[in-house]
C-alpha cells in the first residue's frame, strides 16, 4: 500500500532562517506530488507541484522553492522566512492519470515563525 | 481567487442528524472531490463525482453535482461525533494537474 511521510510534524524558526521540509511516498512510482499551505482555519494554497523529477510549476510567487531530486521526494524550502510564512504545510500526491485525480494527503508539517 | 466556496462556513447538528454541505465554484471541471480534515491534521479523500456524473454514493456520504448550476452538495446521513471536523471540496479543470480547494465547512457534532 502507500504511504506518504512528512518531516518534522511540527518546526519554530525565527524569521530570517532557512527552512527545508521533506515529503516522501513509498508504494507507488511517478506520482504526482504537490506542496499545499493552509493558514489557521482556512482553506488550501496549492503553492508547488511537480510532475516528475527536477519539473516544478509554482502556483504563487514567493519566497519559497521546491525541489524534486527523487521520484518519490518532495522538499520545499526556504532561504530566508518570514512572519508570513506561518502555516501548516501539507503535502499530498496522486497517481500519474494524465489528469487530477485523487489526491492523499501527508500528516503535515506546523511551522511557527517567530 | 478560490474555485470552491462551501457553504455554510459552519454547522453544529445533533448526532443522528443529517449534515448538508454546499460547494459552488465558477469554471468547467473535469472531476470534484470532497476531503475531511480533523483538527491539525491531514486531509482525507471522501469521494471523487466526475463532471458527467449527477450523484454518488459511499456508505453515509451521498454526493450530487449539478454542473449547469456549477455546484456540489455533501449529505452526511445519521451522523455521529465522529463525524466533527472540517469538510473542503476541491475542483480540477480539464487537462490540469492541480486543485483549487475551497475554504471549508467546520461540522460540529453534539452528542
Known amino acids: 500500500s502507500q504511504t506518504i511521510h512528512q518531516w518534522p510534524a511540527t518546526l519554530v524558526q525565527p524569521v530570517g532562517s532557512p527552512l527545508s521540509l521533506e515529503c516522501t511516498v513509498e508504494?507507488?512510482?511517478?506520482?504526482?506530488l504537490y506542496w499545499y499551505r493552509q493558514a489557521a482555519g482556512r482553506g488550501l494554497q496549492l503553492l508547488f507541484y511537480s510532475v516528475g523529477i527536477g519539473q516544478i510549476s509554482s502556483e504563487v510567487p514567493q519566497n519559497l522553492s521546491a525541489s524534486r531530486p527523487q521520484d518519490r521526494q518532495f522538499i520545499l524550502s526556504s532561504k530566508k522566512l518570514l512572519l508570513s510564512d506561518s502555516g501548516f504545510y501539507l503535502c499530498a500526491w496522486s497517481a500519474l492519470s494524465g489528469r487530477a485525480d485523487t489526491q492523499y494527503f501527508g500528516p503535515g508539517t506546523r511551522l511557527t515563525v517567530l | 481567487s478560490q474555485q470552491g466556496e462551501e457553504d455554510p462556513q459552519a454547522l453544529s447538528i445533533q448526532e443522528g442528524e443529517n449534515a448538508t454541505m454546499n460547494c459552488s465554484y465558477k469554471?468547467?471541471?473535469?472531476?470534484l472531490q470532497w476531503y475531511r480534515q480533523n483538527s491539525g491534521r491531514g486531509l482525507v479523500h471522501l469521494i471523487l463525482i466526475r463532471s458527467n456524473e449527477r450523484e454518488k454514493h459511499s456508505g453515509r456520504l451521498r454526493v450530487t453535482l449539478d454542473t449547469s448550476k456549477k455546484s456540489s452538495s455533501l449529505l452526511i446521513t445519521a451522523s455521529r461525533a465522529a463525524d466533527t471536523a472540517s469538510y473542503f471540496c476541491a475542483t480540477a479543470s480539464s487537462g490540469t494537474y492541480k486543485y483549487i480547494f475551497g475554504t471549508g465547512t467546520r461540522l460540529k457534532v453534539l452528542a
Open positions: 469554471t468547467s471541471i473535469n472531476n
Open positions: 508504494g507507488t512510482s511517478n506520482p504526482n
